[in-house]
């Protein structure tokens, strides 16, 4: 790739060309989010090519869903994304709604918009805090781990598990909440808000970490689209898009009548329904800053959204219904149904032959695309700003490698 | 102390040499291992605290006290790799020269009037001349261990420090052109009296000059957010990535050392060393310049009093690490040579006019005017004699070094 | 997705594209002749009305019956479809096509059947074509570097097809 080194003006600059090294990042190396390898073509500090090599945590779940049934998959797809199973969850149980024209109960959907903006939050905090880890800064990693512990906290007493929760399956949800969680789901909401402030003056607005990202790793909005970037990655490029608003009716209608305003930059400027810090002066749309402030928007986005839920979950009589059986029959024919899971798009396509075991089960994961525009976005970069690129892309490996 | 074994004694001259020496160096190798522990155990209590955690609680009985010795000999007990490529005997020599340096460093540094290793006429460019030294064991390790995360701590740290040893040094010279000498200890006591006496206080220069001096050494000891050497997120472990147990522990210790010291110096450069805010001994009558008990406690209670300063330099540096991101190289440098190096320098010229227009400072005079003092008049026949043959040496060696 | 309006255009730009379509499924696809793929997706990028210019996702189906019994009741002919789903981000739609190819090339086992790439279109095939070369075993002509992604780069055989064996062994390692 001699002409990514051509086109470097830093290099041509310093007219200073040394012998290239190759260096290996990954897959054990402390800020590669899991098992992503990179090799880096470097000069001294400047990298001028990187190259992802995935598959280090393939796990061959679409081969395993060949021969499961579909709520029997359910478990695996908690395992794509780790960090926000419960979005995993739903997008699968969706699709198969989908093809089955099946509906749940009014009840049971608006307990999936709340476990499911809940889930987005405990994401967010995830990928907030590796990302100042990724910058160097260790304290808002564990402030941002001390409030998903009580998320998980409340999925524990929704679900009985911590981490692959597989609550919301097809046909529903495998149990309603136990008395007394709402209020303290509310108690949570409470006392999380004004600890945003805190995130934003460790993070969004310290000098050290906006000159870090601001104006690193811009990713232009023809870009993002043609790689079939999504989520937070695609907004914070400017493109306003996001699947719980534009996308099919049947994931549409579960947001029926709930008001969030897509969290992207338009004519200038950011939602303005909360108080948020200023954009830093040197921040470039598409760029870290914006990828990461995005992902802040969302949090109380999904915050406003979760006390929207309590309302309407609490106003709805009767239960939220049956999940369908393990081996119910899927009618022939496919479905593909995108969902917009905190790290992006996640679609799953089912292609069944009227058996209840799929034909063919595929998830196309958000993190793979995402990921996919990094070796564009590392071109001549400095070595610290590859962690810091990344890093802003918020990938989870169990997605990709799938 | 030599003295006294030639004369009541009757040993040899060189014995009673050697023995001065190995005493002295004994006690100073314990200030910095026995620093090193608490001050290892204190980073742990106090990051957890900054993260909402406890840190260390069951070793040794309440407050994990003996946490940092439990660690040294799990470090003891663990086997001493090295790398198949690496240079055998560079790779086992580098530890040691870091952590040399860092000691040696200390033989200059006085802890109270009279309480010093080696009193020396160019202590200040003793101390810093050697306190450089200790880049060689870094870049030794990463040139040896033949992982090219190292070569790039090691690069990284080379680049870093020789430019900060620019404006570091100029920070050092403008307490030395007040006082008038490169002596240490009566730079110290030309600061003696009320906190106002300190050269932190005595002009507006001074006080900005010492702001740069804060950064410059905590860049030069490669604490966050300059610990670029080391940049977890971004080279593994730098330098150090291929070390473990004991040698890894002699460059833990070595920045320890590295980071008590510089704090240590701000103290005894700007912070009037041993002679407290509130000159407590004079105000009862005492001196440290006299022989007898009381004088010898004055002198302990100014060595608790410099240790105290030099603690909460230490105690600083560990709350600015577990708060701020890590800065890019580039960004580091830029800090050093646009914006410190420049500022020391004009720092420097405004102390000059103002020692010709306004001299003995604006607060200074309400114990003593300034100039009483000359160089060499707090020199007892004891110290005159203890002194000289490594003071002429380090002459000799300044005067070469000129 | 505009209806028949936006396909005759289509099928006049070019003619004979198309060989199939299901506007009333419940995800409305056209079949597109493989071989004029990377045209057709040029064309659905840069000229359409609704411009389609994200590519979400590219699925290899391997329509194939391993057991006899079973394979005798089944209505379709073996053979592997490609399914490619498209986003238009301006018009917020999407668009189904599907390829048929032959499992083998010219049913001579071992052949990966061939299918021009659409890197060309958008750079972000690249890895999903990878994928699908690497799980299904279909091989993308004119893709800039096509290798396996997911498995070992000395892995063999392709995992999604349905007569796919599992290795007994893989570097010492049991598979079984």
Known sequence: MASAIDDDPRIIEFDVRTDEMLVNMGPQHP???????LVLRTDGEVVSEIEPHIGYLHRCAEKIGENLTARQWIPYTDRMDYLAAMNMNLGWALTVEKLMKYEVSEKARHLRVLIAELSRIASHLVGMGAYGLDLGTFSPFLYAFREREKILDLFEEACGARLTYSYITVGGLTADLPPGWLGRCEAFLDQFEPIIKEYHALLTTNAIFV?????????????????????????GSGVDQDMRRDGEAIYTAMYDGYAFEVAVMKNGHYPRDHEYPPVPA?????????????????????????????DRYSACKGTIGEPLKLTEKIPAGDAYLETEAPKGQMGFYVVSDGTAIPWRVRARSSSFSNLAVAPELCRGCLIADVPAIVGSLDIVMGEIDR | MAEFLINSAGLPEWLAWTITAVVAAVLILNVIAGGALVFIWAERKIAARIQDRLGPTRTGGRFGWL???????????????????????????????????SFCAFIALPFAFDFVGQRLNVGVFFVVAVLGLEVFGVILAGYASASKWSLFGAMREAAQVVSYEVPLGMCVVVPVMLAGSMDLVTIAEKQAGWFTNWYLFHDPFTFVIFWVYVTCAVASVNRAPFDLAEAESELVAGFHTEYSGLRWSYFFMAEYGSMFLVSALAAVLFMGGWNGPIPVAKLLGLSAGTGDTAGYFVRLLGMANLLGKATLGVLVMMWVRWTLPRLRIDQVMTTCLKYCTPLAAAMFAGVMVWQLALP?????GLSRPAGEVREGWLEGPGGKAASRPAADAAQKVAEVAR | MRGPDFLSQLDAALPGAIVGRNLEAMDPWIEIAPERIADVCQ???????VRFDALECITAIDWFEPDAKKAAKVSWQPHTELVYHLWSTAARVSLVLKCNLPRWKGDVPGQLPEIPSVCGVWRGANWHEREVYDLSGVWFTGHPDLRRILCPEDWEGHPLRKDYEQPLEYHGIRGK
């Open chain 2, 360 to 364: 003995g400072g604006i607060v200074r």
């Open chain 1, 282 to 310: 040197d921040a470039v749309l598409g760029d870290c800053w914006h990828r990461f402030f995005v992902r802040m928007l969302e949090v109380v986005q999904s915050m406003d959204l979760v006390r929207q839920a309590i």
């Open chain 3, 43 to 49: 064309w659905l990028d840069t000229k359409s009305p």
């Open chain 1, 31 to 37: 800020s590669t989010h899991g098992v992503l390898r």
């Open chain 1, 211 to 235: 000159k870090r990202t601001a104006n690193i790793g811009v990713l232009s909005r023809e870009l993002a689209i043609e790689y079939g970037c999504s989520g937070p990655v695609l907004r």
């Open chain 2, 67 to 101: 946490q940092s010795l439990a660690d040294g000999i799990k470090l003891l007990a663990k086997e001493d790799l090295m790398p198949e490529g690496a240079d055998g005997m560079l790779f086992r020599l580098a530890p040691y020269v870091s952590f040399c340096a």
